[in-house]
Structures are given as C-alpha cells and as structure tokens.
C-alpha cells in the first residue's frame, strides 16, 4: 500500500476512534463520572495508533507532520488527565473536601462542553 494512503487509513482510524470515544464520554454525567473509566481501553488503543501515525507521518512535510499530530496529542493528554482525575476522585485519592468538589466539578463542565459540541 502507498505510505499517504496507509497514513491516511490509520488517520482515519484514529479518529473514528476518538468520535466512539466522545460518544461514550458524552454520555458521563455528575451521577455516573466513573462510568468515563470504561474508556480506558480505548485510550489505550488510541495510543497506540498515534505511536503507530508517528512512525508513518515523516512522509508529510514537518509542518504539515505538525498540523496533524498536534490535535491528536492534545487530544490525548486531556482524555488521559480527564481519566486519571476520575480514577483518583473514585478511589478517594483527593483528602480535601473542596479540592474534590473543585475537581469534580471540572469534570462536570467538561461532559457538559462536550455534549455542546457534539450537540447531543
């Protein structure tokens, strides 16, 4: 297979990944925050494909290499700190009463601007 189309295959894959993961954490709210732990797989996953785009993308231009992969990092990073926020609020990793609503809170926002945007 041709390198753009493979990279534009695993392109596509990662993002149909992420749609599934936006579909499932849209449906997180303040009475079920842990049920967003149940994409923790797909987080994994997710990884892996952008290890697997890192290694296909050196056939773009830098730039253009750029423009794809900085989303998908940043994408990443928040669905990892959104999930680790949540691991540690269940487990009750977070002593201080007001820096658990703080943080619970955040989340909150978080489901609620991302059902805004998927407008669902």
Known sequence: MHALARLKRHID????????????LARVTE???AQA???????KELKA????LEKE???????????????????ITTIENIL?????????????KETAEALRSGLVA?????RKELNV
């Open 13 to 24: 894959e990662l993002h149909a990944l992420r749609n599934d993961m936006n579909a499932a």
């Open 31 to 33: 009475q079920n925050l």
């Open 37 to 43: 732990l149940t994409q923790k797989k797909h987080l």
């Open 49 to 52: 494909l952008y290890a697997q």
């Open 57 to 75: 993308i050196t056939v773009l231009p830098p730039m253009d290499a750029a423009e794809i992969m900085e989303p998908e990092f940043d994408y």
């Open 84 to 96: 680790t926020t949540t691991a540690e609020l269940k487990r009750g990793a977070v002593k201080e």
């Open 110 to 114: 978080f489901y609620d601007g991302l």
